[in-house]
């Protein structure tokens, strides 16, 4: 069965740096894009960045451009994004997530605070 678990959250102060990881398995994973949403309190899961089955072509959210970078690597099944100058606002949980599908991992938690 398709299972996507994320790992990498934690505190870090304003202005620090995390990187996410996904592990995914039980599916051709080279074929299928790849999103990071995240849901904060009180607010809607928001997308975050997609990748393609390549990792050629990739997109960002406005709110994260020039601070985040999605990747992936095709032979280890993971997909990850390198998450730099945190801001408060980036607090929530962070979730990955096989584009087009119902498919998600338990999340992982981001708090940015000093």
């Known amino acids: 069965q398709v299972q996507l678990v994320e790992s990498g959250g934690g505190l870090v102060q304003p202005g620090g740096s995390l990187r996410l990881s996904c592990a995914a398995s039980?599916?051709?994973?080279?074929?299928?894009?790849m999103r990071w949403y995240r849901q904060a309190p009180g607010k809607e899961r928001e997308l975050v960045a997609t990748?393609?089955?390549?990792?050629?072509?990739?997109n960002y959210a406005d709110s994260v451009k020039g601070r985040f970078t999605i990747s992936r690597d095709n032979a280890k099944n993971t997909v990850n994004l390198q998450m730099n100058d945190l801001k408060p606002e980036d607090t929530a949980v962070y979730y990955c997530?096989?584009?087009?599908?119902?498919?998600w991992g338990q999340g992982t938690q981001v708090t940015v605070s000093s």
């Open positions: 997530n096989r584009e087009g599908s119902s498919y």
């Open positions: 990748i393609s089955s390549g990792g050629v072509l990739k």
């Open positions: 039980g599916f051709p994973f080279s074929r299928y894009w």
